[in-house]
């Protein structure tokens, strides 16, 4: 069972506006890519534990893959039914819609174990991230993948020092959480914590990346980003690929992407 959609008044926001934006193009392509690094050929099967509107699944749908899309949002999901309108026929076909909480993934999906399991900006609003983790991993394949973006614990105080907020950037340096972009209180996690918790579910752990860091500083800093600009957002997004890659770039990035691998069961 779901409870209060609590998402219900932010699913405008979330998946007309943020993701619309530079920032969420330039998430959306980076994460792509680097999943493309690690995922089976199509068709193989993908479940996307919160994945909302299908900004990041449905492009993989559109490559051939068998997609599922689980969200505890009715509102969410009913942007995705818009969003899935836009898809060609045959790539509609290959995703499957799932109402229910990650906590609950492995029952909402009869059990399916799947080639790969996506868990996007999901822990961060989670008080603690072991029950959501245990649940991605048991959802998994042997042999499959692992992806999961999160806050970085270690770059908290960058947001509060760029919109000069300087008291709050001081204290940032010894917290984990803050009031999101969009007003909602949210946590952040370590690459090495939740690394461990992958390697203590049979998940290890393979390359984790930065994903977005210019783009975020201008925004912070009060920059005009002109989303309809495709050719900057094309060569903003170039950068920020490979600033993902490399240290120190991605040390300093506010989210990470990590990715592991099942072993056999």
């Known amino acids: 069972m779901v409870g209060d959609d609590s998402w219900a008044g932010l699913a405008d926001q979330f998946a007309d506006e943020a993701y619309a934006s530079v920032k969420g193009r330039v998430r959306t392509y980076v994460l792509h890519q680097q999943l493309l690094e ?3 050929a199509p068709p193989a099967s993908v479940l996307d534990v919160g994945g909302g509107a299908g900004h990041q699944s449905f492009p993989l749908a559109h490559a051939g ?16 039914r818009q ?29 399916q174990r799947f080639a790969a399991v996506l868990c996007h ?10 029950p959501l983790v245990e649940q991605l991993c048991r959802c998994t394949a ?27 950037a001081l204290a940032s340096f010894d917290t984990r959480g803050e009031v999101g972009v969009l007003g909602v209180p949210t946590r952040a ?11 203590s579910r049979g998940v290890e752990p393979l390359r984790w990346y930065g994903v977005w860091l210019f783009v975020d500083w201008l925004d912070f800093s009060g920059a005009e980003l002109d989303p309809s600009d495709s050719k900057q957002v094309a060569a903003a997004a170039a950068v920020e690929l490979e ?19 099942k072993g056999p069961s």
């Open 38 to 40: 690690h995922l089976p």
């Open 65 to 80: 893959y068998d997609v599922t899309l689980l969200d505890p949002s009715s509102a969410m999901l009913d942007k995705a």
């Open 83 to 111: 969003r899935l309108q836009q898809l060609p026929d045959e790539a509609q076909r290959r995703v499957t819609l799932v109402e229910a909480d990650g906590e609950n993934a492995d029952e909402a999906v009869n059990g």
């Open 121 to 130: 900006g999901v822990l961060g609003y989670l008080e603690r991230p072991e």
């Open 142 to 168: 042997a042999g499959g993948v692992v992806s999961i973006k999160a806050g970085n614990a270690k770059a908290m105080a960058v947001r509060p020092a760029l919109e000069r907020r300087w008291d709050d």
């Open 189 to 199: 996690d370590t690459v090495e914590e939740l690394s461990e918790l992958l390697r």
């Open 243 to 261: 600033a993902s890659r490399r240290d120190p770039y991605r040390q300093l990035s506010r989210v990470f992407h990590l990715v592991g691998r």
